[in-house]
């Protein structure tokens, strides 16, 4: 175990992993409903944002005003297509990568907890097969302020009994690496947020992580 770190809080969509398809088609399904234009770049500008912050992104190309209840019924809408494309998500979706470094990174001593935006967390958990593995578990559920926002990672340290100092936050989403530096953790980053350079780490896939921890 590093001297510096003694927990690894993981992002859930786009780290362990890859829901994006399904929001997609969820999105789009919803979007085309109301006739408002979507593609595949608008759903990049999704990830690591809340539910209804992503509804008012797809919202941008609406020209007409909708009420609170309207935009509550339509993110409900999405995310019941949503829920019934998880349903096809097996322990198959968690990579030999992810399960083996899991595994080694707990071996190595290190606490383990999942920081995700997503309400879906403890389903989505359960069916890739990793429900009850993490030792804490923060997640759209029990936050009132989405990443950038601190709040899913701070509550994950504090769930752990860990000081955030002491927390690697690896994260797929700009805003998501963000939110660590805001809550004084540092971030190892895969995907767009390496990408962009957005980490104190910038990896090309998660078995790097091996290296810095
Ligand atoms: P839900 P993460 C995020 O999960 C997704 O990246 C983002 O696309 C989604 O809008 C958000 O969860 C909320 O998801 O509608 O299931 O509550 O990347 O923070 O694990
Ligand atoms: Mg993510």
């Not at 958990?125 to 990443?147: C, E, H, P, R, W």
Request: aromatic share 8%; net charge negative; charged share 30%.
């Amino acid at each position: 175990m590093s001297k510096e770190f003694e927990a690894v809080i993981f992002d859930l969509d786009g780290v362990i992993c890859f829901t994006d398809e399904y929001h997609y088609q969820a999105w789009k399904a919803m979007a085309d409903g109301i006739g408002v234009y979507f593609d595949r770049e608008i759903n990049n500008r999704l990830r690591g944002v809340s539910r209804m912050a992503s509804l008012e992104i797809i919202l941008e190309r609406c020209d007409e005003k909708l009420s609170d209840e309207r935009k509550e019924e339509l993110a409900a809408q999405k995310n019941e297509l949503y829920k019934k494309l998880l349903v096809q998500m097996s322990p198959a979706d968690l990579s030999d990568e992810v399960r083996n470094g899991l595994n080694e990174l707990r071996a190595r001593g290190y606490k383990l907890a999942i920081g995700s935006s997503s309400k879906n967390t403890p389903f989505i958990l359960k069916q890739i097969g990793l429900d009850g593995f993490f030792d804490a578990v923060s997640d759209g559920n029990n936050i009132t302020k989405s990443k950038p926002d601190p709040e899913v990672f701070l509550k994950a340290a504090e769930m752990l009994g860990i000081a955030p100092e002491k927390c690697l936050v690896v994260e797929d989403a700009i805003a998501g690496a963000d939110a660590a530096h805001a809550g004084g953790m540092k971030a190892a980053c895969l995907g767009d947020a390496a990408k962009a350079g957005a980490g104190d780490y910038n990896m090309t896939t998660f078995g790097d992580l091996l290296n810095i921890l």
